[in-house]
């Protein structure tokens, strides 16, 4: 091999780790998006208990971001039916939040689904924008789970 083909082959394999030490320098910036569209007992419990538990487990950020029928979690004039666990579904929801967890609220569906304004919501849920709404979910190395 001569000189000039080795020098490249080098040069390739240094820019392949140089690139695979860069994408595991990201990895440490994980996070979650939860899409919660139901307000379904069963449904929206395991959202909310999975996401506090990585939040709380794997201190990882976690947003969940709630439209269609998942808005009416958060209407504090809608009173929750108790889970197996003991918790309503906002207990379970002010739980997480506590935790450090972000609720966001989708504004077109607390209108148009959940006829909701800003204070029905329960208080610590953020009402959905580009700048609200998108940061969470286009941020590097998110995972997106829908319930």
Known sequence: MDFKKLSLLIFIVFLIFVGAGSAMGKEGKKSLFVNLTSNEMNRA???????????????????IFLNVDGVRLVNRHIPGSTHVSGKTL??????????????????????????????????????????VTWPALFADNTTVLNY
Do not use: H, W, Y
């Open 90 to 131: 906002q207990q379970m929801l002010s739980s997480f939040m506590a935790a450090g967890g972000t609720v966001i609220a989708c504004p077109m569906c607390m209108k148009n689904v959940g006829g909701m304004k800003k204070t029905d919501l329960l208080e610590g849920v953020a009402i959905g924008s580009s700048d």
């Open 45 to 63: 419990a395991m959202a909310v208990t999975f996401s506090t538990r990585i939040i709380t487990q794997k201190q990882i950020p976690v947003t």
